[in-house]
């Protein structure tokens, strides 16, 4: 079973400039989630969605913002981008429903830099 | 004080050798309990997932959780090169369903096995 993937694997842009990655879940994993790692936070959640819908956010500015098509994949946007977004962008899936727990795999992440 | 605690490191042990990895946490509300591996530029990759106390031993790996106490730790018998990479711990307090997506990581231990 092929695992989560995300595209583009890197990605330099200039400060202002606005960027869309995307992320193809696990085959029949309904939610997804997103998360940002740099060395000195480490892991940061972002949002989650399932079934379309966003059911939680991380704290961060409104310049990030996301969504899932109705096939599960998804995509986040980061607009105005600063510095400080120079960071490595991991997507997760997961089976969860609304009655259970299930385990995030993740895919192996969007590299952007910020220039 | 951070929501989990997790000592960076490095750790360099001979292959061979029994490693422990540790994490504190301070929110009793955590109920699952993860260990994920993240080799470099990669994502991260789900080795353990436990729910609630008491140990889970896949292979050479034994993860153990103590709610009492807000430890958890991760244990490798046989240490083998292939093992080097940072270990991250990561929680989450959703009962049913909800936001499963958004866990709280460790900022990840790096753990070196030399031949």
């Known amino acids: 079973k092929a695992g989560v993937t995300q595209t583009p694997r890197y990605l330099i842009k200039t400060r202002g400039q606005q960027v869309t990655l995307s992320c193809s879940p696990i085959?029949?994993?309904?939610?997804v989630s997103w998360y940002q790692q740099t060395p000195g936070q480490g892991l940061q959640f972002l949002f989650e969605?399932?079934?379309?819908?966003?059911?939680n956010k991380g704290n961060f500015p409104g310049r990030f913002s996301g969504r899932q098509f109705s096939n599960s994949r998804s995509e986040m946007n980061v607009s105005t981008l600063e510095l400080g977004d120079s960071a490595l962008y991991l997507c997760?899936?997961?089976?969860?429903?609304?009655?259970?727990?299930?385990?995030?795999?993740f895919g192996n992440g969007t590299r952007l830099t910020v220039t | 004080q951070k929501e989990v605690e997790q000592d960076p490191g490095p750790l360099s042990v001979p292959e061979g050798a029994i490693v422990s990895l540790n994490c504190t946490y301070s929110?009793?509300?955590?109920?699952?309990f993860m260990w994920y591996r993240q080799y470099s530029r990669k994502g991260p990759e789900l080795l353990m997932y436990?729910?609630?106390?008491g140990n889970k031993e896949d292979g050479r790996f034994t993860a153990q959780v103590d709610k009492s106490s807000k430890y958890i730790s991760l244990f490798i018998r046989d240490s083998q090169p292939s093992d080097s990479a940072t270990y991250l711990c990561?929680?989450?307090?959703?009962?049913?369903?909800?936001?499963?997506?958004?866990?709280?990581f460790g900022k990840g231990t790096k753990l070196s096995v030399k031949p």
């Open positions: 969605y399932f079934s379309e819908t966003q059911r």
């Open positions: 990561a929680m989450s307090g959703v009962r049913y369903g909800g936001s499963q997506g958004n866990l709280i």
């Open positions: 997760a899936s997961s089976l969860a429903g609304a009655d259970y727990n299930s385990p995030l795999h």
């Open positions: 929110n009793s509300a955590f109920q699952y």
């Open positions: 436990t729910y609630s106390s």
């Open positions: 085959s029949g994993h309904r939610s």
